[in-house]
């Protein structure tokens, strides 16, 4: 992939899971929501001075959320959730937001 490019989508792995379950509590007090069901379906990223991580997530039978996870695997800091879209589908497409 080229540096600056957004991804194709994949479906989630188990590691892409980890990091929306590490950005879990940021997006509940963000969006002043608690959620039962948090799992990641698909995501692209974006490689910068870091990673960007636009993860699709499921939050409840028929909701789904999209994600914007910024991380630096370099550093010993977790991943940082820096935006999110709410009121999704399973089948809208992740975008650049």
Known sequence: ?????????????PE????ANQVKVQFE????????????IEYKTQVVAGI????????????????????????DQGPSLVGFQTGKTRDDPLTYF
């Open 29 to 40: 007090s963000q969006a002043n929501v608690s959620c039962v069901v948090f799992a990641a």
């Open 1 to 13: 992939m080229m540096p600056g490019g957004l991804s194709d989508t994949k479906p989630a792995t």
């Open 16 to 19: 892409v899971q980890q990091i």
């Open 52 to 75: 960007i991580y636009f993860i699709k997530v499921q939050v409840s039978d028929d909701e789904y959320v999209h994600l914007k996870v910024f991380q630096r695997p370099y550093e």
